[in-house]
């Protein structure tokens, strides 16, 4: 299973940019699908995650109403949409795949096998 995250980038505070987790190797509906960040000098934080069985999304309270999460079933590929981007945003992103196919999602970062190589985003004030 390889996970492949891409869309990073620096923006402007208030601005957007969507970031895409290409996933080879398995079946991307199978298992729920996880978005982590870690800033420097910090623990990796659960930024949010989407559901397996129905693609309902679970967001963490710091981004809840500005990060959407979603999927393309037919392109395998997971999505994180983020507004109005604030500066504590800017961390390297991470894509991850649950090593189980659990039918709720998992903000723990050891529930989660598989993880793409990360995509910095840096959000300037």
């Known amino acids: 299973v390889q996970l492949q995250a891409s869309g990073g980038g620096l923006v402007q505070a208030g601005g957007s940019l969507r970031l895409s987790c290409a996933v080879s190797?398995?079946?991307?509906?199978?298992?729920?699908m996880g978005w982590f960040r870690q800033a420097p000098g910090k623990e990796r934080e659960f930024v949010g995650a989407i559901r397996r069985s129905d693609g309902t999304t679970v967001h963490a309270d710091s981004v809840k109403g500005r990060f959407i999460i979603s999927r393309d079933n037919a392109k395998n590929t997971a999505y994180l949409q983020m507004n109005s981007l604030k500066p504590e945003d800017t961390a390297v992103y991470y894509c991850?795949?649950?090593?189980?196919?659990?039918?709720?999602?998992?903000?723990?970062?050891?529930?989660?096998?598989?993880w793409g190589q990360g995509t910095q985003v840096t959000v300037s004030s």
């Open positions: 991850a795949a649950d090593s189980v196919p659990r039918l709720v999602v998992s903000s723990v970062v050891s529930s989660y096998k598989f």
């Open positions: 190797g398995r079946t991307l509906s199978s298992y729920p």
